[in-house]
C-alpha cells in the first residue's frame, strides 16, 4: 500500500473512533453526540472522496487535472453544504459542535503532521 493511502486510512479510522466515543457518550448527551456524529461522519465522507480523486488525478494532464479538481471541489462542498443545511434543519444540532466534527479530518491531518513533522525532517537530514 502507498504511503498516501495509508496517511488516508489511518485518517478515516481515526475520525471514526471519534465516532465510536461520541456513540458512547450519546445517551448521557444526544443533541451534542448527535451533533459531532453528524459533522464527523461529513468530514469522513470528505476526506474519502478527495482521496479517490487525489489518486486518478495524479496522473492526469496539467489541464485535465486542473478541471477535475475544480469539478471535484465543487461538488464535494455541495454535497457538504447540502447534508449541513439538512441535518441543522432537521435534526436540530448544536452548530457549534456540528461545525468542529466537520473540521475533524482537518483537525487530525494538523495532528498527524505534527507528530510526524519531527521524525520526517530527521529522516531528511
Do not use: H
Not at 448521557?28 to 482521496?51: D, E, H, K, T, Y
Not at 479517490?52 to 455541495?78: C, H, P, Q, V
Amino acid at each position: 500500500m502507498s504511503k498516501n493511502k495509508e496517511f488516508i486510512v489511518v485518517l478515516l479510522r481515526l475520525i471514526s473512533l471519534t465516532n465510536i466515543i461520541a456513540l458512547i457518550f450519546l445517551p448521557l448527551m444526544p443533541r451534542q453526540g448527535l451533533s459531532w456524529i453528524c459533522g464527523a461522519f461529513l468530514s469522513l465522507i470528505n476526506v474519502w472522496l478527495m482521496s479517490l480523486k487525489i489518486e486518478t488525478n495524479l496522473y492526469s494532464g496539467e489541464n485535465k487535472a486542473k478541471l477535475a479538481a475544480y469539478k471535484d471541489f465543487n461538488f464535494r462542498y455541495l454535497i457538504l453544504i447540502a447534508g449541513s443545511i439538512l441535518a441543522v434543519k432537521f435534526l436540530s444540532l448544536n452548530i457549534i459542535i456540528f461545525g468542529v466534527g466537520l473540521l475533524s479530518g482537518q483537525i487530525w491531518i494538523f495532528i498527524l503532521y505534527l507528530i510526524r513533522f519531527p521524525k520526517d525532517s530527521e529522516e531528511q537530514e
